[in-house]
């Protein structure tokens, strides 16, 4: 079982639907969760950080996580074809150094 | 803004070679970090520093090795180019207290070995 799984898509929206990405993770004791945008040919970008139980929107962005269950999503409301990139969920051990175990990220396609 | 700059965005290299990779950063972040990023294995920690001088394995270290003389600078090594390190590598960095968790990457370096 991986540390961190997403699925790796591509999910395909419509503009302006909302685009939902989940992520699954193996260690219960993790504490902090992110996620990274990469778009093609480029490094990865902290988008949302996640540390309690619930939703934390930013935007048009809403990272959700229950500890119970082991996931955390995000949402984009009123996707746009600017949002189509790959996102990365990674989450931090819970032992030893300030390590991020990434999942392999779900290819999102918005189309206009 | 941070920035993390990698030395070179592609290179070409013969098999047994000596790589050197380099990354630097201009916030005075104290932990930097090496990865390697392949289709359908994602982001995997290759080595870490967490001050000068310090190293610490990551995931995959076997093949590589890292230098951290200079707080701002942090090298990749492959001691022996091999195919299977045909990949990108991403260098990153992060600061500390709340801001150790969000680590800022650099460009990537495109790396194959023939």
């Known amino acids: 079982q991986k540390e961190v799984e997403q699925n790796s898509g591509p999910l395909s929206v419509p503009e302006g639907a909302i685009a939902s990405l989940n992520c699954t993770y193996s260690d219960r004791g993790s504490q902090s969760f992110f996620w990274y945008r990469q778009y093609s040919g480029k490094s990865p970008e902290l988008i949302m950080s996640?540390?309690?139980?619930g939703d934390k929107e930013d935007g048009r962005f809403t990272a959700q996580l229950n500890k119970a269950s082991q996931y955390v999503s995000l949402l984009i409301r009123d996707s746009q074809p600017s949002d189509s990139a790959t996102y990365l969920c990674?989450?931090?051990?819970?032992?030893?150094?300030?390590?991020?175990?990434f999942g392999t990220g779900t290819r999102l396609l918005v189309s206009p | 803004d941070v920035k993390v700059t990698q030395s070179s965005r592609y290179l070409v290299k013969r098999t047994g070679e000596k790589v050197f990779l380099e990354c630097v950063q201009d916030?005075?972040?104290?932990?930097m970090f090496w990865y390697r990023q392949d289709p359908g294995l994602g982001l995997r920690l290759i080595y870490f520093?967490?001050?000068?001088?310090?190293?610490e394995k990551g995931d995959i270290p076997e093949g590589y090795s890292v230098s951290r003389e200079k707080k701002e600078r942090f090298s990749l090594i492959l001691e022996s180019a091999s195919t299977n390190q045909t990949s990108m590598y991403l260098c990153?960095?992060?600061?500390?207290?709340?801001?150790?968790?969000?680590?800022?990457f650099g460009a990537g370096t495109r790396l194959s070995v023939l």
């Open positions: 520093s967490y001050d000068v001088k310090m190293k």
């Open positions: 996640i540390y309690s139980n």
């Open positions: 916030m005075d972040h104290e932990n």
């Open positions: 990674a989450v931090k051990r819970n032992t030893g150094f300030q390590k991020l175990v």
């Open positions: 990153a960095s992060s600061g500390r207290g709340l801001a150790i968790d969000i680590q800022y």
